[in-house]
């Protein structure tokens, strides 16, 4: 009797430990993690080596064979950059997109983007998507999180609440007190 009730015990304080427990999306160890087509030596691309190219693919509106059993196709795009990135598809309109690396480099990678072409955001880079055409825009998203909340930068810094302290952001920003305190006004 002793043994089942130590079991038990022991069984019912590791259901009590793992509820304790938690998950997340795995962090990337670096901004860019590009594939090399025909690796020898690497699987991976030097980031210093990486250009906008590397996150854009064409062909997403060109529609595939339906003539089969099943009267469908999945249409597919070839953009050898590592799972775990979020994916603009766009199918109408014109779209400026890009993202900047982290410090210290910075880099800007950008892209015009027309019907059927597609793009990947790293995860957790900063990015945008603003349209430079003359109608409106359509855009696919895929996001890689099972909770891909939106921050949009100028309303989370400027527009929080409570405020963050407008001589912090005039000294992050370089800007004057007064400038920050009337970006903080329009939040």
């Known amino acids: 009797?002793?043994?089942?009730?130590?079991?038990?015990?022991?069984?019912?304080?590791m259901a009590l430990a793992s509820s304790f427990a938690?998950?997340?999306?795995?962090?990337?160890?670096?901004?860019?993690c590009v594939a090399i087509d025909e690796p020898k030596n690497a699987v991976l691309q030097d980031p210093n080596l990486t250009v906008a190219e590397d996150f854009f693919s064409k062909?997403?509106?060109?529609?595939?064979?339906?003539?089969?059993?099943?009267?469908s196709s999945v249409t597919t795009v070839n953009v050898d950059v590592i799972p775990g990135l979020n994916t603009l598809g766009i199918s109408l309109?014109?779209?400026?997109?890009?993202?900047?690396?982290?410090?210290p480099q910075n880099r800007l990678f950008s892209k015009v983007l027309n019907k059927g072409d597609v793009f990947v955001f790293p995860i957790g880079l900063i990015h945008f998507q603003f349209?430079?055409?003359h109608f409106n825009a359509v855009a696919i998203a895929g996001l890689s999180s099972q909770n891909p909340g939106?921050?949009?930068?100028?309303?989370?810094v400027?527009?929080?609440n409570p405020p963050i302290n407008s001589d912090f952001l005039a000294?992050?920003?370089q800007l004057d007190k007064k400038v920050v305190e009337f970006l903080q006004a329009r939040f």
Request: charged share 10%; hydrophobic share 45%.
């Open 171 to 173: 000294k992050a920003f």
């Open 59 to 71: 062909g997403l509106n060109i529609p595939g064979n339906t003539s089969n059993l099943v009267g």
């Open 131 to 133: 349209n430079i055409g």
């Open 1 to 13: 009797m002793e043994k089942g009730v130590s079991f038990l015990v022991t069984v019912a304080l």
């Open 158 to 160: 400027f527009g929080s």
């Open 93 to 103: 309109g014109t779209l400026l997109v890009g993202f900047v690396t982290s410090n």
């Open 150 to 156: 939106v921050i949009t930068i100028a309303n989370a």
């Open 22 to 32: 938690s998950a997340s999306d795995p962090s990337p160890l670096q901004d860019t």
